[in-house]
Nanobody, 124 residues
Framework: QVQLVESGGGLVQAGDSLRLSCAASGRTFSSYAMGWFRQAPGKEREFVAAIDRGGISTYYTDSVKGRFTISRDNVKYTVYLQMNSLKPEDTAVYYC?????????????????WGQGTQVTVSS
């Protein structure tokens, strides 16, 4: 059982930056890839970014490439999402998740454990 708690969301203006954090429980944190997803009102949950177990390989959806950076600290059991040059289109609830199942990093069903989400709102 893995527990995840996101934090760092808020209301910002377009062009601003935020850093989201996801604190994880469990001694097997480093055994799993981690991902960030987001869901805007009226839209399906969307893959944002993922990072492998060792924090070496990262993956991003096209719309955030060059603006967002995912990282992890396996000592602190924490995953981060640095969000720069935010756009109104980034407005959503952001969730971190633990990838315990096989499948592509963008495949939602590959992630078994999810946090409660943190709201990011970007005004124009």
């Amino acid at each position: 059982q893995v527990q995840l708690v996101e934090s760092g969301g808020g209301l910002v203006q377009a062009g601003d930056s935020l850093r989201l954090s996801c604190a994880a429980s469990g001694r097997t944190f480093s055994s799993y890839a981690m991902g960030w997803f987001r869901q805007a009102p009226g839209k399906e949950r969307e893959f944002v970014a993922a990072i492998d177990r060792g924090g070496i390989s990262t993956y991003y959806t096209d719309s955030v490439k060059g603006r967002f950076t995912i990282s992890r600290d396996n000592v602190k059991y924490t995953v981060y999402l640095q969000m720069n040059s935010l756009k109104p289109e980034d407005t959503a609830v952001y969730y971190c998740a633990t990838k315990t199942r096989s499948g592509s990093h963008w495949y939602t069903e590959a992630y078994q454990y999810w946090g409660q989400g943190t709201q990011v709102t970007v005004s124009s």
